[in-house]
């Protein structure tokens, strides 16, 4: 159980983490998500105690980070953003050193380091400097690094930042596979990734939450949930739109200015269009190509909640 | 314990793993060849003993060890690797002291390679082996004082080269309060008290009496207290410091 109270992060007048309240709980994925300078990285350099909070608390396990700093560091994996690692070491000695600082004994420590080093698969590198690994291994011997001592706090800031689409694949199985009765915190500026890994988002904008809600419910906040995508080509599109706009329920209808023949009809609140438009399609006879309903564009939503400060506090008081 | 061994270890074999060491220690025993012959007039003297070696110590220390204690804390920050270590369950005592130590020994073995002039005297004459020791162990303090400074001051600055100019200003003057010249500014207006404070804080006035083979128990104790005083600081700058 992690609880974070009010904390505050004043860096000589500028406010990076100004008041951020949230508690999570084992086997729960928590995606903090925001924007470049959000504070997403500063609150989680509080959370694992690197720096001192100007107010607020944070307690890992009941464990206070700051009066308890050996004790509750003790429960968290954690991987810096960047990835930092000394690079005159290899993958092999690097994880060694860290697995003595965390006090695993022999022959654990051997086990566990073979263990992270399958896990990861950094065989190949395992004997190399970490200096001439390329940024894919480099954050895997980072993300090896946290995950040794088997924490029962994961705390991971970008962990797929830098890589290539197949090693971001294989970090996001990774992190879902460590998430059984573990709590994991990771940061991104991903919206997929969200979706893809987390059980609960943290939207977080100017150093305050904005959401605190499933990647659902972000989704359902979005103007496209439920909205109705078809790709009709071949027909014109004056009287289609006319057409679907006609039904109950639809608030506007949209047509792609890049594909031709696509149309989206959002759904006013709560409407369900699906069966009124496949009705509508056959009515017609229209040679429909595709048709789906939207869960919601997390993009849209994500831009909608961080770009005007108006929105902001309203946002906050609804969340 | 368990985590300043294991950083001590880390420590000593990056010194290793880059050509860093090695030049060190070479440069190290060539200038105190050249030092101790050449300016130290070491034969004319014919005198079995080491003082002109450990008589320029201060002088070699004072650029050598700030090129070793530049990297300590500056390139922990620069690489991030600062935010790793700290985070990590230790205390930021035992990061401060397995770090120092680590350069403390690499600058033991330095000293330690210099047996070969201890050798020669042995040869040449019959030196006071006793002064001998007192003189390494006093010159290995007066290093361990100095590492210290350059721990401090390598904490406050991502740059290493601001951290060498630093150490070596600030040891500059520890070093140079000792000098008459510096003394006889004092000694015209300032109270006795006053000037004996000043020659008193200077690395020079408490090994030259431990060259000597004099070892006083105050001697040996200004140099633990600078040094821990120095480390105390290190650990209060990083904690101030740590986000930048
Ligand atoms: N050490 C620091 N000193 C001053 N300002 C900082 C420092 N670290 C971060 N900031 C500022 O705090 C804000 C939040 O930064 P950060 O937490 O790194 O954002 P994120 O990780 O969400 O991109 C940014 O405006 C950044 O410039
Ligand atoms: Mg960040």
Redo the contacts between chains.
């Keep these: 159980m992690i609880t974070v109270d009010n904390l505050k992060k004043d860096?000589d007048g500028l406010q990076a983490v100004d008041g951020v309240t949230f508690s999570v709980s084992p086997g729960e994925v928590l995606g903090f998500l925001g924007p470049n300078g959000a504070g997403k990285s500063t609150t989680m350099?509080m959370l694992?105690?690197?720096?001192?909070p100007s107010a607020g608390r944070v307690s890992l396990y009941g464990k206070d980070v700051f009066t308890q700093?050996?004790?509750a560091?003790?429960l968290?994996g954690?991987l810096?953003?960047?990835a930092?690692?000394?690079?005159?070491?290899t993958p092999e000695?690097f994880l060694a050193?860290?697995g003595?600082?965390?006090?695993l004994a022999e022959p654990t420590r051997s086990q566990r380091i073979a263990e992270v080093i399958k896990l990861l698969e950094l065989e190949p590198v395992c004997g190399r400097?970490i200096e001439k690994l390329s940024k894919g291994y480099r954050r895997r011997v980072g993300i090896a690094?946290a995950i040794l001592h088997d924490p029962r706090i994961l705390i991971l800031d970008e962990p797929t930042d830098g890589l290539d689409p197949n090693q971001k694949h294989h970090v996001r199985e990774l992190i879902r596979g460590l998430a059984q009765d573990r709590i994991v915190i990771v940061s991104t500026h991903i919206l997929e990734e969200v979706t893809a890994v987390c059980t609960r988002t943290i939207i977080i904008a100017n150093g305050r939450i904005l959401v605190d809600c499933t990647p659902a419910e972000l989704e359902a906040r979005s103007r496209y949930h439920k909205a109705v995508a078809l790709q009709v080509p071949e027909l014109d599109e004056q009287e289609v739109t006319r057409a679907l706009g006609a039904l109950e329920g639809v608030l506007t209808v949209e047509v792609s200015p890049n594909h031709a023949g696509r149309y989206t009809v959002v759904a006013q609140e709560q409407a369900d269009l699906f069966q009124p438009v496949c009705q509508l399609v056959q009515e017609k006879k229209w040679p429909v190509e595709e048709i789906f309903m939207e869960r919601g564009r997390l993009d849209d939503v994500f831009r909608q909640l961080t770009s005007s400060r108006k929105n902001e506090a309203c946002e906050a008081r609804v969340a | 314990m368990n985590s300043i061994t294991a950083i001590f270890r880390r420590e000593l074999a990056s010194y290793f793993a880059t050509p860093l060491a090695y030049i060190f220690i070479i440069i190290f025993l060539v200038l105190s060849g050249v030092f101790t012959f050449y300016l130290g007039n070491f034969y004319e003297r014919r005198q079995a003993e080491l003082a002109p070696f450990f008589m320029f110590h201060p002088w070699l220390y004072l650029f050598l060890i700030p090129a070793v204690s530049m990297r300590l804390w500056s390139e922990e920050r620069k690489s991030g690797t600062l935010e790793l270590l700290l985070t990590l369950p230790i205390s930021l005592r035992s990061a401060v002291l397995g770090k120092f130590l680590s350069a403390w020994v690499l600058v033991g073995l330095a000293l330690m390679l210099t047996f070969p002039l201890w050798l020669t005297v042995n040869y040449l004459g019959e030196p006071d082996n006793g002064v001998i020791v007192a003189g390494y162990l006093g010159s290995w303090l007066m290093a361990g004082g100095f590492l210290a400074i350059g721990s401090c001051l390598s904490a406050s600055t991502s740059s290493q080269v601001i951290s060498f100019i630093l150490t070596l200003v600030i040891c500059f003057l520890f070093v140079a309060a000792g000098f008459p010249m510096v003394l006889n500014v004092f000694q015209g207006w300032a109270p006795a008290t006053l000037v004996d404070a000043v020659a008193g804080l200077s690395f020079l006035t408490h090994f030259e009496a431990v060259s000597r083979g004099v070892l006083d128990v105050r001697d040996l104790l200004y140099f633990l207290v600078m040094i821990a005083f120095w480390l105390l600081a290190t650990a209060i700058v990083i904690d101030m410091k740590k986000a930048d």
């Design positions: 860096f350099k694992t105690g690197f720096i001192k700093a050996v004790e560091k003790r968290v954690y810096p953003e960047g930092p690692a000394w690079d005159d070491m000695r050193f860290v003595t600082v965390r006090g400097p690094q």
